[in-house]
């Protein structure tokens, strides 16, 4: 139980890292990152049928970055949103 949630932050911190590199061109900060890449995955899991589990592979990993992009960028598109009016 203990290595699981163990997994689940670091996959969604280097996640969300790598998330915030390709949608902002840098990071938010350890915390923020590893929320981004956790919900990414879940976003990943809902839109791929595939996420963060107890076992780590290269296609779950990649799967929760897909997500955690996808995340930061409608976060993206609303603030912008937000900021022409």
């Known amino acids: 139980m203990l290595e699981s949630i ?3 932050l670091v996959v969604g ?3 969300g890292w790598l998330a915030s590199l390709v949608v902002r ?3 938010s900060g ?3 990152n590893i929320v981004v890449g956790i919900v990414g995955a879940v976003i990943a ?3 791929f049928g595939a996420g963060i589990n107890d076992a ?4 779950t990993f990649v799967y929760s970055v897909l997500g955690a992009i996808i995340l930061l960028a409608v976060l993206h598109l ?3 949103g937000r900021l022409a009016r």
């Open 56 to 59: 780590i592979t290269i296609n």
């Open 25 to 27: 061109g840098g990071g």
């Open 45 to 47: 899991g809902l839109l």
């Open 6 to 8: 163990i997994i689940w």
């Open 30 to 32: 350890i915390l923020v």
């Open 78 to 80: 609303i603030n912008r």
């Open 13 to 15: 911190g280097l996640a």
